[in-house]
């Protein structure tokens, strides 16, 4: 709480304004008036072990560059693996507020340039222990733009909300003759390495300015990333001093070293509420000052927080649900909202951006992005884009392209400038294929054609600064790439499999049938690593053989992020040949069956599920794979035990890394009544719950209704679409996306309905 009482009205009011918003805003959802009032930021950012969230709290815009919040720790220290974002809701301690973050992810990168009030003697705040402050939870606030907390050390009271590219913070500090403001250049999240840092602090102006050169965790596979920064203040300060590499200098104007900072001072006789904006820019610190003038350029936080407020409520008003209780709401809202906040906008004011070249080059006619967690959400997170944000989608396909165009090859996961060469797959393939058969056009498709065979027949050169698709040759020469040369061996075959598979629609679509009929028949390569003995997809030699001794629940090292169980399922492009593989229909559903059966008993804990793993991405398909099987009660069973079980409205609330909006996305999908397989064109039916759901985009309309739907009436009794009755439990784009009309007549009892593949 503020300590002061002896103070101007006007000083106080923001800080009571935050307060007030603390106390209302708890109670926002049970009687919401706007969507972004269901919209708890809080959600996954708690969890324990593998069921950590990775998301972040603080303000940012849709997609949006910048993403300030806060950076906490407890006792001293920050793992990595649960403060990938910089916040972990467990914590008691903020580092300070840092700029750059991914969301959701499992590997802790960026969190640079970071800013801190405080209260006390300057020369000692060059050291993360001197400025770092307790907080409580329960002095948080947070909603779609806008984050506030009380540092409880000093008493100030901290608010922040953002624009594309520019944060506004605004500071609360009790009376006090020591008010501080400290910049710490050359922060960062996790166990990273700063090369390079300057600042520079211009007292007549009021500015604070410099970059911050970084080698993170992620990064540093690229070549690192340089940070630019611009800071103005609203209220004039007084210099007090500069470090470098862990020396104070009292009176500094600037700083170079491998690590930076400042500390600049206010006079508070004049009132306790200090604003200041942070641009950052990846071109330079010239077009971090074009940033905010261009985003940013006056002094209103309540005006740029409302105009942010007013974007989330445009972009969640994209699908509108009713019927339901509140706590789903929460759910399906926050997921929403989860869903567009990654990947970050790279392009600048004036379309700049830094390419994979780390050249600077112009956007023209799109938007460009990066931080593509592709292996993740090729799944979920990119078909809900194509399905309700077309527009976004075409962006994102362009910005792939202009980094084939700029680095040479079309990425798997880029991270700013830089190739990280994370995962397995070549996910763009499934990513662009599947986007272009839904009718997202707008883009140079055969210049994306050409992109996707670099990397798809054959290896990239030694030293390339993309490794493509790794074991690629013995895939091609052997059908399969072999355990006793290659990591992930086992889980590179299926997902090359499958990438051969979108590779194989896109050229029929392209009129490319020989290449088609190539792709198609390379995307069977799955069945080499089937080992009949095992029953299970298995780590093949190069010889043929596969391993002596063989155990369905360990993480072995030819599979990736993943035990033999939810690798078991991953042929989402042939479930009738993977049934084959297994005897048949009925030894297929019993298989299914006995893995979920077992993971509704297997206790959550800090480690990895061994069945069914929800938190990763695997054997995400799994609960609507019963559908091949003739039992879609089974489905529309398990579909709702994930959402039940593995979803919540507190700091737990993800079963695991949200990687990038992949689990927030399947929520969406899944409580709208349905699932893409990415490529097919199709739409597989669980079970819907909410009675309506309204689809309003650019060149997307649809309705969807339950009748009738509740927590027990989850069966699907008759199903129908746009007026004509649904027999099957599957649909295509083409069918739903122009006004179409969707209907369940739900039901509390398994019924006939769907059990027809064919």
Known sequence: ?????????????????????????????????????????FIGTGGAGFGVGSTYPGPTTVFGMVKPGPDTMKNGRAPGFNHCSGYYHKDNTIRGFSHTRMNGTGVPDYGNIMVMPTIGEASGMFTEQAYSSKFKNKTEVASPGYYAVTLEDTGIRVELTAGDYVAYHRYTYPETDSALLVVNASHFIGDGTPVSTEINVDTEK????????????????????????????????????????????????????????????YDLSGGTVVEIKVAISFVSVDQAKMNMAADVPGWDFDALHARTRAQWEKTLSRVRVEGGPDKLKRIFYTSLYHA?????LNSEAGGWYRGMDKEVHRAEGFRYYTDFSMWDTFRTLHPLISLIAPDYQRD???????????????????????????????????????SYLKGITGFDIELAYRGLMKTALGPTPPGAVFGGRGGIKDY????????????????????????DYALSKLAASLGKYDDAEMFYERSKNYRNVWNPE????????????????FNDQVWADFYTEGTAWQWLWFVPHDVPGLMKLMGGRKAFA??????????????????????????????????????????????????????????????AGLDGNDDGGTLSAWFVLSAMGFMPVPATNRYYIGSPIFRKV????????????????????????NAALNGKSLEKPYFYHRDLVNSGKLVFDMTGEPSGWGSSME
């Open 1 to 41: 709480m503020l300590k002061s009482t002896n103070r101007s009205y006007m000083s106080v009011f923001p800080a009571l304004l935050s307060l007030v918003l603390f106390f209302v805003m708890p109670y926002a959802g049970a009687s919401a008036t706007e969507l972004v009032d269901y919209v708890d930021p």
């Open 206 to 265: 009021n500015e604070i300015s410099g970059y911050f050169v970084y080698n993170g965790p992620f990064s540093s596979r690229g070549g690192g990333l340089t940070t630019y920064f611009f800071i103005q203040s609203a209220k004039p300060f007084e210099l007090r001093g500069a470090w470098k590499d862990g020396e104070y200098m009292t009176g500094a104007a600037s700083a170079n070293g491998k690590e930076a900072g400042a500390v600049v001072a």
């Open 340 to 344: 567009f906040v990654m990947p970050t």
């Open 396 to 434: 994102f396909n362009m910005s792939l392209l202009a980094m084939y165009k700029d680095g040479g090859y079309i990425p798997k996961w880029p991270l700013g400038s830089n190739y990280t060469g994370c995962m397995i797959g070549t996910s763009a393939d499934v990513v662009i294929a599947d």
């Open 476 to 499: 091609l020469d052997l059908g399969y790439v072999p355990a006793d040369k290659h990591g992930g061996a086992t889980s590179k075959t299926l997902e090359f499999a499958y990438d």
């Open 534 to 549: 095992a029953g299970f997809f298995d780590g093949r030699n190069s010889d043929g053989t596969f391993p002596k001794h």
């Open 590 to 651: 019993e298989k299914l069956d006995f893995m979920f059966r077992k993971s509704h008993k297997e206790p959550d804990t800090m480690m990895y599920d061994k069945y069914y793993w929800h938190g990763n991405e695997p054997d995400i398909y799994a609960p609507y794979l019963f559908l091949w099987a003739g039992l879609p009660h089974r489905t529309q069973e398990e579909v709702r035990w994930v959402m039940r079980r593995k979803y919540a409205d507190d700091p």
């Open 694 to 717: 309204t689809v309003s985009a650019p060149n997307v309309e649809f309705t969807v209704e339950a009748k009738n739907v509740s927590g027990k009436r989850l069966y699907i009794k």
